[in-house]
């Protein structure tokens, strides 16, 4: 049922494109120096060409980044000349969600699924 939900949500607030591109995919805390004037990305290898753009912050939601500093981030990227991504970060947030939750399925760590967050998706 929670599937059907999510799938209909999918159809509803995909967007007519979604822009693709260089995107940080792995965005967790190891994977960054704090400088005192920037944040750095040590991990070169996170660099993914050709990906649906927001998937980065999609797996940062995921973890630590919370919607108010999610909204921020998205506007302040905007604003440095980055691409309008806002059109379309749900629907990449909702595809990598449940993405992610199949890998895990997939990988028996099923203790990692977040199937409230998912149900909570899916009333949309």
Avoid: M
């Avoid at 996170?46 to 939601?61: D, E």
Wanted: proline share 4%; with cysteine.
């Amino acid at each position: 049922e929670t599937a059907d939900r999510l799938l209909g949500l999918a159809q509803r607030i995909q967007p007519d494109r979604v822009l693709t591109g260089w995107d940080y995919v792995d965005p967790v805390t190891k994977n960054f120096l704090l400088t005192s004037q920037k944040l750095v990305a040590i991990d070169v290898e996170s660099l993914v060409s050709a990906t649906p753009l927001g998937t980065g912050l999609a797996k940062a939601q995921l973890h630590w980044l919370d919607d108010a500093k999610l909204d921020s981030l998205q506007h302040r990227i905007h604003q440095q000349s980055g691409p309008d991504i806002l059109p379309q970060i749900e629907y990449i947030a909702l595809c990598f969600r449940v993405a992610w939750a199949k890998r895990k399925l997939l990988q028996g760590k099923r203790n990692f699924i977040e199937r409230a967050r998912l149900a909570e998706w899916a009333e949309h």
